[in-house]
């Protein structure tokens, strides 16, 4: 069971309603994000706990034709200590095809048939942006270096949120609507351009269902909007914490080898 929320919160929430409360007191970026960490499971538990993990679930995505695409997948990680450092294989099975895609030592690939290939730049950017700009980018917001900028607090929809901005060493901002309530990530917004270099995107990722997890509060579903429209939901079957992962799974086959690289 998750403890209660740190009293210096408790304290900025109630705090929060006053005009002009005193400074010491004002609610802070970093207020916030501590909050968020403590109640998902403590920026200790989650780092013992979440070293590795396997997660099984579906994602139905919205095709340029309007119809429907279904995939399974296998998510397998394993955390660095920070998200450039860590590494994630994905399993993609859909009725027509079957690949994997990889992300190491800063770079992504994908595994078709046991051959190694270059996927499409768009498929690499949105690898790249769910991992970059997910829920971890607050929780992990110290170990990757990152910076946080409190926008404000504001009531939509009949909620409480907090809003805070989290930006990354390479400049990628990634806002999040917290709930001043519960100190759960209800959504987050950020913007990516296309390959082509067009105007950027606005994305909008919204997540429900929170379960406990090993101590720890995981959402099951989410769903993935852009420019206004949805086109991905995701849902989680079943994830856990902490198994054995092999290594030989983040290897680029077409690396060279340590020996080989060594030699003149």
């Known amino acids: 069971m998750l403890a209660p929320a740190p009293r210096a919160f408790a304290q900025e929430t109630k705090t929060a309603k006053k005009t002009n409360p005193p400074a010491s007191t004002q609610v802070t970026g970093e207020g916030v994000a501590e909050t968020a960490i403590y109640l998902n499971g403590t920026r200790e538990g989650m780092a013992q706990i979440r070293r590795t993990g396997v997660e099984r679930g579906r994602v139905t995505r919205v095709l340029a034709d309007g119809k429907s695409q279904e995939v399974t997948y296998e998510r397998r990680f394993v955390r660095g200590e920070n998200a450039e450092k860590d590494r994630i294989r994905i399993e993609n099975k859909m009725p027509t095809a079957e690949y994997s895609l990889v992300f190491s030592s800063g770079e992504v690939w994908g595994i078709i048939n046991d051959a190694v290939f270059t996927p499409r730049q768009e498929t690499t950017d949105e690898f790249l942006a769910m991992h970059r700009h997910g829920i971890d980018s607050l929780l992990r917001y110290k170990e990757n270096g990152s910076t946080l900028n409190f926008i404000g607090k504001e009531k939509q929809k009949g909620l409480d949120l907090f809003v805070l901005d989290v930006t990354d060493k390479s400049m990628l901002r990634t806002r999040f609507y917290i709930s001043a309530k519960s100190a759960r990530v209800l959504w987050l917004e950020y913007e990516e351009k296309s390959a082509a270099g067009s105007d950027a995107a606005k994305f909008v990722r ?55 690289a060594s030699k003149p």
């Open 206 to 260: 919204k997540f429900h269902d929170y379960r406990l997890v090993q101590g720890t509060l995981v959402p099951y579903r989410s769903e993935l909007i852009k420019d206004g429209k949805q086109v991905e939901e995701t849902q989680i079957m079943t994830i856990t914490f902490g198994p054995r992962i092999d290594e030989a799974l983040f290897r680029n086959p077409n690396a060279p080898s340590p020996t080989t």
